[in-house]
């Protein structure tokens, strides 16, 4: 399992990890297995991991009083997710995680000092900046293109950025991601089809 994350960090960093770097991060990363639709986090607990995805697909989303789901986050092999605020804050969190295949993660837990150690690693601090400049570049395209542009627009930079996504998850998952109903999604869908 550490082989796809000591990879990711050859690929991600300029600063390599040396062997104590090593050692720190198989001792601090806890390997998980889930099970489709199985939990990493549910509403109302506190967010206690940030988990690196090995293989599989995991969603982020809450559930409104309707029953509706509202998906927040996608992601898939070499992916994170997380609540960060839960996880930083230790508060109760207002987010769902599951599995949508059978997924592995390397799950950096905050208990005992473990985010920080790691942190402490240069590597993995160069790592976390660019995530974090990353994270907040898409979280700004997003809303500026949920803003400004219409439902097919949409979809199709989703299409773009992102085709595992409309290869992996369902026309459910992928309309709500987007903001949008299944319906016109479908009808988008067949639209690019015939046209």
């Avoid at 930079?157 to 369902?170: S, W």
């Amino acid at each position: 399992m550490f082989t796809s994350l000591f990879d990711y960090f050859a690929r991600q960093t300029t600063v390599p990890l040396s062997e104590q770097d090593v050692q720190l991060i198989q001792k601090a990363f806890v390997p998980k297995k889930f099970k489709k639709r199985q939990f990493l986090l549910q509403e109302g607990e506190v967010c206690k991991f940030i988990s690196f995805i090995v293989r599989g697909a995991v969603r982020q989303y809450t559930v409104d009083d309707k029953g509706n789901e509202h998906v927040l986050n996608l992601a898939i092999e070499n992916w994170w997710t997380s609540d960060r605020e839960s996880y930083h804050k230790e508060t109760p969190s207002i987010y769902n995680i599951d599995a949508w295949e059978e997924t592995e993660v390397l799950m950096l837990p905050k208990a005992d000092g473990w985010y920080d150690k790691v942190n402490a690693i240069p590597a993995f601090c160069e790592l976390r900046k660019k995530l974090d400049d990353a994270h907040h570049m898409a979280m700004q395209s997003r809303l500026h293109i949920s803003i400004n542009h219409t439902a097919e627009y949409r979809y199709k930079e989703l299409t773009r950025k992102y085709p595992e996504f409309v290869q992996r998850f369902p026309q459910h998952i992928i309309a709500s991601y987007l903001g949008i109903t299944k319906e016109t999604l479908s009808r988008i869908r067949n639209k690019s089809v015939r046209g």
